[in-house]
């Protein structure tokens, strides 16, 4: 069993950055790590995902050259670097663990979950 629980969300300016970060408890070194976000009456959607060796990402077009996703295998944690931040990346950020990175949350549902920490991004 995983358990993945979120931390560093919080209210920063437009412009500003903070830094997500996840704990996991359980094995995961074999599992792809992702980042999904959901604002206030849209679904939840794709933010960034590293694969099992940390060797591959990919970003959601809207995060894409902001965002930058890593994970340390050692402690467990992957971390998400959010630079030149936007109101609209106001969100509830999830942390999750997929199988392959290929098709995470698109093709495929995600194994686990973390319970999500809020971003607020002011105007």
């Known amino acids: 069993q995983v358990q993945l629980v979120e931390s560093g969300g919080g209210l920063v300016q437009a412009g500003g950055s903070l830094r997500l970060s996840c704990a996991a408890s359980g094995r995961t070194s074999n599992y792809a790590m992702a980042w999904f976000r959901q604002a206030p009456g849209k679904e939840r959607e794709f933010v960034t995902g590293i694969s099992w060796t940390g060797r591959n990402t990919n970003y959601a077009n809207s995060v894409e050259g902001r965002f930058t996703i890593s994970r340390d295998i050692a402690k467990n944690t992957v971390s998400l670097q959010m630079n030149s931040l936007k109101p609209e990346d106001t969100a509830v950020y999830y942390c999750?663990?997929?199988?392959?990175?290929?098709?995470?949350?698109?093709?495929?549902?995600?194994?686990?979950w973390g319970q999500g920490t809020q971003v607020m991004v002011s105007s």
């Open positions: 999750a663990a997929c199988r392959s990175l290929t098709g995470c949350g698109i093709t495929q549902p995600p194994n686990y």
